[in-house]
């Protein structure tokens, strides 16, 4: 169904980075095009204080049209007034310009500081000397762009899948603020599928619920938020069922990573609630499991502490289906809740807590929904990240 | 109105308190009662997994005439099956049976690890014990109470408040597992006054409502959440008004000290949204500001990051009614947003962030309702406590 291809970019696409001055060293800038017209879908933030590039991005792609991603990273370019607004226009233009295309076809992604105004002068300076070199900047490979895309994540971020002929290459940064319906982040898939709009936006949608909805690490959600999807046709018609489930893959792919990465991370958390009445009951039990710092703290230290899994299921006051004597929970595949676990398997669970994915698995004896959500425990690396990291 | 009095029970109130072998050192089960008949009231956890303690207490407490409270610390005696439901009655029958007054009239309040059953053997013998001192054993002061029910605060917690002949004393321990409608929170209040079960009920509510109910410090919702207040009329009557507000300012000043001693709490932080369409929304804002934790990590740092309030108040996203344009945003006295702060301020600004006790203050510009919420910063200190408190 789908295999792993190399790190290049589908037929027709190719990416340019450089360097605008919003952090000191490293690519900061980039811009992601096909060079023919393409079909797209994108979905963004539900935060009430979404920045000019969402907003921006927004009714670009309401058109279903987009051709070209630029991302600017270190700088959300969030509550910085109607300058902010400019700037967020103005890049795109810029974009557009040294693509010769529409800015109603190009989508910007800004993560970064809130507050702060672009610093234009240098983005310009970058822009004049990229538009000069012309074609011949287009050289960028997609770690290039995850790492041009970076704030505080400690890996690039990328994923590749292919269907038939047709191939399909994400890229994604996180990495707090990961919560909830995306999260800070920003998660590109382009591809040379031949998909129609309404097949793209229907798989795009079902693999953004289980995937990136499905990630937490901090519930604190972002202002920038935006994942998108670009088919630009090149490599022909694929099977539709085929090229779902590859996206799914792929985005799924994306979301472990950026779990992984969660701000001072040191392992995935993957939280499934089975035997659930609906699957929104599943995934709110998941959530507030994955979300309690307590759990999270218990995870990091190795601790399999069902009593706070317990208690986080227990949170869910308003959820009067859920009945204590019918819940089990497990970490891995040891059961610890009702039946306590035996003396001899206890050795198998401090192993279990130790690994660098670890798995819980509640059971509500209710009905036949499930969700799986990801996350990540709680470090004093986390602390560290955010405590410092300055405005 | 009130004022502070001396560290000492209210008229016809008495204390015992013991070491039942749940820790390795010091007092663990503590015992207040009152020599005649009183008036009380009290709340519980909403925890779909409440413990046998709540479970047995609410029964009691319906009753609206309990006379002593005894508290188990250390060990939660939650998720432990029927015999937890044993125990908790057997612990209840013993303290009846110290003071010679019927077991419905007593309330037990347990908290601490989840999941394993009390230690009756060294229970049974401590009380044993102490039933052979009779009346003797009752010598402990509110401090040694406080002392006895604390699991990882830092210190006790009382407040004392008088009302013309009255006094109402306050004894609580915290401090993780605090959010929401309560905390993993013992607080008991015991007064000489002579209230009406109904004025008692009323200014008990209203006082927890405002107090205790705006307390959170890591969202995670406790299975043993008690408060109570029992009133012994032995001082005679009181102006009703008066009284309601000195309990509500003694439950304020609990749960200051509650927030201030959080799991890592290296300060205070209390959030106010005020100009809210209504009191309901005012909490909901504060609280996700209050809960947010790259705002509780930023003020653990000392950065004004202004930002992140925005983000937690962007997060709740079906609220349309706030927009962006009429938010502003304080720390302490300075507007942060929309005014950005003068270059003069920067300094006093820096200062107000590494105050012992931080305010967020945030205005809606949607009507006249306030909340303020009480937490803390968030240090690597409750990753310390967390991920080593072991099952």
């Given at each position: 169904m789908s295999g792993s291809g190399a790190l290049a970019w589908p037929t027709g696409f190719k990416a340019y980075t450089g360097h605008?001055?919003?952090?000191?060293?490293?690519?900061d800038i980039s811009v992601v095009a096909s060079d023919r017209p393409a079909t797209s879908t994108a979905m963004f933030t539900r935060?009430?204080?979404?920045?000019p590039a969402v907003v921006l991005s927004r009714t670009h792609a309401?058109?279903?049209?987009?051709?070209a991603v630029t991302t600017v990273a270190q700088?959300?370019?969030?509550?910085?007034?109607r300058r902010g607004e400019e700037n967020a226009a103005e890049v795109v233009g810029r974009v557009a310009g040294m693509l010769g295309i529409?800015?109603?076809?190009v989508l910007i992604g800004s993560t970064g500081v809130i507050g702060r105004p672009l610093p234009m002068d240098t983005i310009r300076t970058h822009f004049d000397a990229a538009a000069e070199r012309g074609p011949a900047?287009?050289?960028?490979e997609p770690l290039d762009v995850a790492r041009a895309m970076m704030?505080?994540?400690t890996r690039p971020k990328t994923a590749v899948r292919t269907v038939g002929r047709a191939r399909l290459v994400g890229v994604a940064k996180g990495v707090g603020?990961?919560?909830?319906?995306?999260?800070t982040m920003l998660a590109y898939v382009f591809t040379d599928a031949d998909v129609s709009p309404a097949d793209l936006d229907r798989a795009f949608r079902h693999a953004v619920d289980h995937t990136f909805n499905c990630l937490?690490?901090?519930?604190d959600t972002s202002t920038s938020d935006t994942v998108a999807v670009i088919a630009n046709g090149a490599a022909g018609p694929v099977d539709t069922d085929l090229f779902s489930e590859a996206l799914a893959d792929l985005c799924l792919d994306l979301t472990r990573q950026l779990a992984g990465d969660?701000?001072?991370?040191t392992k995935l958390l993957r939280v499934t609630v089975g035997r659930a009445a609906d699957r929104e009951q599943a995934r709110r039990v998941a959530k507030s499991v994955l979300n309690s710092p307590l759990v999270k703290t218990a995870v990091h230290g190795a601790d399999p502490n069902w009593g706070r899994v317990l208690m986080a299921i227990g949170?869910?006051?308003?959820?009067?289906?859920?009945a204590p004597d019918k819940v089990t929970v497990r970490f891995g595949d040891t059961e610890?809740?009702?039946?306590e676990p035996e003396e001899h398997t206890l050795s198998e669970l401090a192993e279990v807590m130790r690994r660098d994915e670890v798995d819980i698995v509640v059971t509500?004896?209710?009905?036949e929904a499930e969700a799986t959500v990801y996350g990540c425990d709680l470090s004093a690396g986390y602390i560290r990240v955010n405590a410092d990291y300055t405005t």
């Open positions: 605008g001055g919003l952090r000191d060293h490293g690519d935060s009430l204080f979404a920045g309401a058109g279903r049209c987009l051709r700088n959300a370019n969030v509550a910085t007034g529409p800015p109603e076809e900047a287009f050289t960028a704030t505080t994540d603020m990961l919560e909830p319906d995306m999260a937490s690490v901090d519930t969660g701000e001072g991370a949170k869910n006051t308003d959820d009067t289906r859920i610890v809740y009702p039946g509500l004896g209710l009905g």
